[in-house]
């Protein structure tokens, strides 16, 4: 069941799991994938590409309050749903697709499993996902209040192992305005859910040798919390992938650094064949 809306529509793809999706723009399609920080985190990229093409840019399920079923809890199911959000539903071919933080680990494991061939080209900035010797993540927990980015590096994302994995027990509560740092409690903890214990699938970069379509992998030169090494790891283990270094900026360097970013991200989508 198909749900439309102004900017957007929603899909049932199980019962009981509804699906909202961003739908904005017009020419080649672009889907959009969101890290820890939700919807919010991705704005910019939505509505830089939404300028000359079709976005689509879902909701993790867990986030903005929407339902998560018990048993959807794992990277392969939101693969799986955004593959058949493509397949069944739209009937997409050539897109492009871009994945931040959490949201680039998704898009990355959607290259190796379609077998329709409905992807063209991936771009991914700031992602976990793969096991780096040396780096250990942890997710931040949620202080109270009310949702907003992180200072500095922005938010929704795992922090490195040498920071704290949760606040302490006497650290005073927030004012009902100041915002909050990291992901809502619920997004939370869907994020928990989907990256698992370790936080990484040792196999994903074996399994990237499979990818068959240009990839990019774009870094803030200051990236903390999801170091460059990843990066230069995706772009390894990806045939024919280029790694773009964006100085100056940290884990989010469509906001830190746009003009440099969206320069590398518009010559690569440029350049693949059509």
Request: charged residues 20%.
């Amino acid at each position: 069941m198909t749900t439309h809306q102004t900017t957007g529509f929603t899909i049932e793809p199980y019962p009981g799991l509804p699906l909202t999706v961003r739908d904005v723009g017009a020419g080649r399609p672009v889907l959009v994938l969101h890290g820890g920080g939700g919807p919010a985190s991705v704005t910019d990229l939505v509505d830089h590409f939404a300028a000359t093409s079709r976005v689509l840019a879902p909701t993790h399920p867990g986030w903005e309050d929407t339902p998560r079923p018990e048993w959807f809890s794992d990277v392969g199911d939101l693969v799986e749903t955004y593959l058949d959000l493509l397949d069944d539903d739209r009937d997409l071919r050539d897109v492009l697709v871009v994945g931040a933080s959490f949201g680039g680990w998704i898009a990355a494991e959607m290259t190796v499993r379609d077998r329709a061939r409905r992807i063209g080209g991936l771009v991914i900035m700031g992602a976990f996902g793969p096991h780096v010797e040396g780096h250990e993540l942890r997710f931040p927990t949620a202080p109270p209040g009310p949702p907003g980015p992180p200072p500095g590096q922005g938010s929704g994302a795992p922090e490195p192992a040498s920071a704290s994995a949760s606040a302490p027990a006497s650290a005073p509560r927030r004012g009902p305005s100041a915002p909050r740092r990291g992901p809502s409690p619920a997004a939370l903890q869907a994020l928990v859910a989907y990256a698992g214990p370790t936080r990484s699938d040792p196999k994903l970069l074996h399994r990237l040798a499979r990818v068959s379509v240009p990839a990019l992998a774009v870094w803030g030169e200051q990236d903390t919390v999801v170091p460059p090494d990843f990066g230069r790891a995706y772009a390894a283990a990806i045939p024919g992938a280029r790694f773009e270094l964006i100085p100056g900026a940290g884990h989010i360097p469509t906001r830190e650094a746009p003009e440099a970013t969206f320069a590398a991200i518009d010559a690569f989508s440029a350049a693949i064949p059509r």
